[in-house]
């Protein structure tokens, strides 16, 4: 059973920056493609990013392209979402969520595993 835990979520201003984390523990972590998903109240589950656990290719949702960088380290564990030049509209909770072999879907029922999820609040 793998878990996950994401933290870095927070207030921050309208073009500020943050940089979130997902630690992994219970499985083999290289073997994961890691997603990144955000939800807004009243709104369904949407795709910002993944990362295939093969060779690491990179994958954005159309309204975070460029200003958003997932990345991960599998010596610990943790999977990263840098996100730049924050809008109001990026307010939601983040979730990691990890697919067994995958290659970096943007659908979230191909994700066997989640977190419990971070806040990220942008003020304008």
């Known amino acids: 059973q793998v878990q996950l835990v994401e933290s870095g979520g927070g207030l921050v201003q309208a073009g500020g920056s943050l940089r979130l984390s997902c630690v992994g523990s219970g499985g083999t972590f290289s073997v994961y493609a890691m997603g990144w998903f955000r939800q807004a109240p009243g709104k369904e589950r949407e795709f910002v990013a993944a990362?295939?656990?093969?060779?690491?290719?990179?994958y954005y949702g159309d309204s975070v392209k460029d200003r958003f960088t997932i990345s991960r380290d599998n010596a610990k564990n943790t999977v990263y979402l840098q996100m730049n030049s924050l809008k109001p509209e990026d307010t939601a909770v983040y979730y990691c969520?990890?697919?067994?072999w995958g290659s970096g879907s943007r659908y979230p029922n191909n994700y066997e595993y989640w977190g419990q999820g971070t806040q990220v609040t942008v003020s304008s």
């Open positions: 990362i295939s656990w093969r060779d690491g290719r990179t």
């Open positions: 969520a990890a697919d067994l």
